[in-house]
């Protein structure tokens, strides 16, 4: 079945950089495009970033243009966010998901907190 794992949010200053990883498993990992989301408290789910199968076309969210950077490793079948710059507004929980056919597939969260 398909599984999107998350890791690396954690706790970190203003200005600082965290990267998170999203490993995937249960269907053809390089055939698919793969998103970065986030939620704050209180709000809706937000895109962050998303990137195409290829890894040759990105796409950010206006306020993560120039902090964030998506990529993938398609040998390993994950996608990476790496997050710089990184504001107290950015506080939330980061999902990995994938559109696979009809269905909507996404990861379990991963939370990332700024603050000093």
């Known amino acids: 079945q398909v599984q999107l794992v998350e890791s690396g949010g954690g706790l970190v200053q203003p200005g600082g950089s965290l990267r998170l990883s999203c490993a995937a498993s249960g269907f053809s990992f390089s055939k698919f495009a793969m998103s970065w989301y986030r939620q704050a408290p209180g709000k809706e789910r937000e895109l962050v970033a998303a990137?195409?199968?290829?890894?040759?076309?990105?796409h950010y969210a206006d306020s993560m243009k120039g902090r964030f950077t998506i990529s993938r490793d398609n040998a390993k079948n994950t996608v990476y966010l790496q997050m710089n710059s990184l504001k107290p507004e950015d506080t939330a929980v980061y999902y990995c998901?994938?559109?696979?056919?009809?269905?909507?597939?996404w990861g379990q969260g991963t939370q990332v907190t700024v603050s000093s």
């Open positions: 998901y994938a559109g696979i056919g009809l269905r909507n597939y």
């Open positions: 990137i195409t199968s290829a890894g040759d076309s990105t």
